[in-house]
Structure formats: C-alpha cells, structure tokens
C-alpha cells in the first residue's frame, strides 16, 4: 500500500514538476535518474581499466610519477558528456557527480580495480570559486568512488592557492605554476607511504593532473593514482 501511494506522489509530482534528461533533454519516466535510458546506453565508456596501459597514461608519460591513470567516460566537444558535465558544473546539479560516482566505483568494485587505494582526493577549487559554485563538481564522484572501493575520501588538504580561469592549455598552467605553486598540500605526512587516488572531472592535457600530482609527490613514499570522470580522446 505505502508502495502504491509512493508511486502516485512521484507520477503527482513528475506532472508538477516534470524531470528532464541532463543529456537530451526528454522527460524521465518512473526508474530513470538523471539521464533517460536512452542517453545512457549511449554514454561512451572508455573501458580502459586498471591493469592495462591505456592513452590516459601515455599523456602523463615522462611528465609526472604515477603509478596508473585512466577515466570513465570519452568526452567530446558535442554530445551527451558534455552536455552533463555542463550541467554538473554551471547549472547546480551536483547530484550527476554522485551519479557518475556510484557508477564509475560500481565498475572498480566489480572489476576489484584499485582496492589498495588508502585515500581518495578530488582535484580542489580555489575558495572564491568554491564560494561562487556552492559545491565542488568532483566532491561527490570522488565520495562515491571511495565507498566503493573502501578507501578514506578527504578533501581540504590539497590546496588551490590562486582563483585562474579555466585553462585547457598545458603551457598556461604550467608557467603560472614556474612562478608560484599553484596547488599546496597542507599536510606532508598523512600520505606517507599511502596509495592515494586523485580526481577530476574532465582531461585534456594533463595540465592539471601533472601540478596537482606534483603537490603530492612531495610526500615520502606516496603512489599516486589518477582517474576523472571523462578524458578528450
């Protein structure tokens, strides 16, 4: 019966206040979640895992000391990714980024990929920015993916000491970070000889990942890893 009127309320309150797909836009029927089930059969999973060289680790080749990287999903500059990510970022739904968490972690469970991970870190917000969007993008993702594989989720230790722009460009990043260190991690000795895993949410050319990683690998003994939610192929 309780199941019944729970039904009812949610088909009320679809009428009301109709849900829409984040990646095409369609209404969502009674058992869809964010996107319908169309958009996400069609969601481009890379299917690279953990064991296996993949292009994410190619592009941090020669540039920084990970262990392994990879990520979930293609992202391309027209499509579904996008348009979620989108949404995720600039429209005030955190929420894809507990869905593509729950998702991504599910996999690494399934698939036992990266079950020695101590800590899980998301890549930080400058705390204008963090002020302004009212929510790191890659909190959630990060936080479910570290239910998933058993590992402590902490996030404030890594640090982003100035408020730039967006930048995609590698050589942007990384004459801000000759002059000053653009990420800081507060506190040299919890990750010591840790396996820490880093996230973000897109890669492009590993600008971020690489002055991130490097904040970390100041730390005795640390591996890290790297993954994001989607990579530009």
């Not at 095409?24 to 296996?52: D, I, M, S, W």
């Not at 000053?180 to 990750?191: P, S």
């Not at 840790?194 to 904040?215: H, R, S, Y």
Request: charged residues 20%; aromatic residues 10%; glycine residues 6%.
């Amino acid at each position: 019966m309780y199941s019944k009127i729970s039904n009812i309320l949610n088909d009320i309150n679809t009428v009301l206040l109709p849900r829409l797909c984040f990646g095409c836009n369609a209404l969502l029927y009674r058992g869809e979640e964010h996107v319908c089930t169309v958009c996400r059969n069609q969601l481009p999973l890379t299917e690279y895992t953990f064991n296996a060289v993949n292009p994410v680790d190619r592009i941090f080749y020669g540039r920084i000391n990970i262990i392994k990287a990879s990520s979930f999903l293609f992202f391309t500059e027209k499509g579904i990714v996008k348009s979620i990510i989108h949404y995720l970022k600039y429209k005030n739904q955190e929420q894809i980024g507990a869905f593509l968490g729950n998702w991504y972690g599910h996999i690494l469970k399934e698939n036992n990929f990266l079950n020695n991970i101590d800590y899980v870190v998301p890549v930080p917000l400058h705390r204008k920015k963090l002020k302004k969007r009212g929510y790191n993008q890659v909190s959630l993702f990060a936080k479910l993916i570290a239910e998933h594989i058993g590992a402590q989720y902490l996030e404030g230790i890594l640090i982003k000491t100035a408020n730039t722009k967006t930048q995609t460009k590698k050589s942007r990043i990384l004459r801000w970070q000759n002059k000053q260190a653009l990420y800081i991690l507060t506190d040299h000795e919890i990750f010591q000889d840790k396996n820490v895993l880093l996230l973000d949410d897109v890669i492009t050319t590993g600008a971020t990942m690489e002055v991130c990683a490097t904040a970390l690998s100041a730390t005795k003994g640390i591996n890290i890893y790297v993954a994001s939610m989607a990579i530009v192929p």
